[in-house]
């Protein structure tokens, strides 16, 4: 089978593989549809990820159709059409029976990690029953390829745990594919304000669609001083970090109004600081979290509804075989003007 494989820090290529086996009667092998590029990826290629080693399938995203199925995964049949989460959860160790699948004793984030990934034609994926969700019938598959990681992390990491509530005021700092799908959820609780920041004016289009009352231009104005103008002075109940480097925690942290949450979301690869000294007396809480995609299942009916789009991410498509073009795509964003890439296996 053909498959997308890391070899070391700024190094990938479409390669040949054989097709995975069931190693565990838990193991399921799906036969990939549609995967897409997450920015973990993108981190990965740059040396990031350590436990990524050389020689990895890249990719933690994805639909299929079962192919094999283990001898002891239950409510799952060969050609059952899933979606596959980016975590992988036995379902019974301490972590994942208190909800928090993403630090799982024999899972959480290692497919296209510690494991082959999703960028292939076929994929094994360990503790299927827990690890798989069967679509249900007429639904956009390629759609809830957004549901493997991006919807849910955008949830859980910021909407969740930056307690958005009705009337809420809210910051969202980076508007990429991970921001904006914390925009989307944002709404499901009715915030009063939704502001938007970041340095793309493409995005911060794409923003405004989306349902963002305000966006700030983070290269022409100064996000905080708008932040304020916009929230009487006060700053907002909740700002999340949707990009991942010191000065979009920092903003973040200068943004938040008395008793707010800062949750963070973006991926941080280095330190930043903390300024203590302007916040050891306004009450926030500061949260971070690895999704646990505990919210998979109530999205899919959201999806089902027809209350969440999650379509309207994706940008461009491409066949495996133009795998890299995908890639470069992807990380030329702001030229490409690319959100989602999804590429098409099958
Ligand atoms: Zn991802
Ligand atoms: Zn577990």
């Not at 838990?26 to 981190?43: M, N, P, S």
């Not at 899933?82 to 992988?88: D, G, R, Y």
């Not at 690890?131 to 956009?140: A, K």
């Not at 998979?296 to 498509?317: E, F, S, W, Y």
Request: net charge negative; proline share 6%; with cysteine.
């Amino acid at each position: 089978m053909k498959a997308i494989v890391y070899h070391g820090p700024g190094n990938k290529s479409l390669d040949e593989r054989p097709i995975p086996e069931l190693a565990a009667p838990t193991d399921a092998i799906v036969k990939v549809t549609r995967t897409t590029i997450c920015g973990t990826d993108l981190h990965i290629l740059k040396g990031d990820v350590p436990t990524c080693e050389p020689g990895r399938i890249l990719g933690h995203e994805g639909v299929g159709i079962v192919h094999r199925v283990g001898a002891a995964v239950q409510g799952l049949a060969v050609g059952d059409h899933v979606l596959i989460s980016c975590i992988s959860s036995c379902g019974q160790c301490d972590y994942c029976r208190r909800g928090m699948y993403s630090h799982c004793a024999t899972g959480g984030w290692i497919l296209g990690n510690r494991i082959d990934g999703t960028q292939a034609e076929y994929v094994r994926i360990p503790h299927a029953q827990t690890s798989l969700y069967r679509i249900p019938p007429g639904l956009d598959e390629e759609a809830l390829v957004m549901l493997s990681d991006i919807l849910p992390t955008g949830f859980e990491c910021g909407v969740l745990n930056g307690k958005v509530q009705p009337g809420s005021t809210v910051a969202i700092v980076g508007a990429g594919p991970i921001g904006l799908a914390s925009l989307l959820t944002a709404q499901f609780y009715s915030p009063a304000q939704v502001v938007m920041i970041d340095r793309d004016p493409n995005r911060l289009e794409v923003a405004q669609r989306f349902g963002a009352t305000a966006c700030v231009d983070a290269s022409r104005q100064d996000p905080e001083a708008e932040v304020m103008r916009l929230t009487d002075g006060v700053g907002v109940d909740c700002a999340i970090e949707a990009v991942g480097i010191p000065a979009t925690f920092e903003m973040c942290t200068s943004l938040v109004a008395p008793g707010g949450v800062v949750a963070n979301v973006g991926v941080h690869g280095v330190k930043a600081d903390l300024h203590l000294e302007k916040l050891w007396d306004r009450n926030v809480a500061i949260t971070t979290r690895l999704v646990d995609t505990v919210s998979t299942p109530m999205l899919l009916k959201t999806v089902r509804a027809g209350r969440l789009d999650p379509g309207q991410l994706i940008t461009h498509r491409f066949p495996l075989s133009k795998a890299l073009d995908a890639y470069d795509t992807f990380s030329r964003a702001a030229d490409t003007r690319a959100l989602k890439v999804v590429i098409e296996v099958s």
